[in-house]
């Protein structure tokens, strides 16, 4: 398993923006496909975006689409998820998840597709 450590979370006002990181451990991060959850109070965990371990192909969920870009670094084991346009829906606790390989493709955008989970990090949006 790889160990994930995100960070860069905070209070935002809506419209504005972060941009929050996670850093893994270990040698292999280049192999995996890495993804971006959220969950807000009350509510299941969902898939907010995926990048396959080339960076070269993505996949968000709709209610992120044109707000949210996924990227990485595999020179720092690196992967990022910059957010604009912030709304107070966005608020939730944003984890990031990986430890899967898939050849070049992504996995199904559901949490069980994933084997390493970082311990998450607040995103709080005011309206």
């Known amino acids: 398993q790889v160990q994930l450590v995100e960070s860069g979370g905070g209070l935002v006002q809506a419209g504005g923006s972060l941009r929050l990181s996670c850093t893994a451990s270990?040698?292999?991060?280049?192999?995996?496909?890495m993804a971006w959850f959220r969950q807000a109070p009350g509510k299941e965990r969902e898939f907010v975006a995926a990048?396959?371990?080339?960076?070269?192909?993505?996949n968000y969920a709709e209610s992120v689409k044109g707000r949210f870009t996924i990227s990485r670094d595999n020179t720092k084991n690196t992967v990022y998820l910059q957010m604009n346009s912030l709304k107070p829906e966005d608020t939730a606790v944003y984890y990031c998840?990986?430890?899967?390989?898939?050849?070049?493709?992504?996995?199904?955008?559901?949490?069980?597709?994933?084997?390493?989970w970082g311990q998450g990090t607040q995103v709080t949006v005011s309206s």
């Open positions: 270990g040698r292999s991060f280049n192999t995996y496909a």
């Open positions: 998840a990986g430890g899967v390989r898939v050849g070049g493709g992504l996995p199904p955008p559901i949490t069980t597709s994933f084997t390493s």
């Open positions: 990048i396959n371990y080339t960076g070269g192909r993505t």
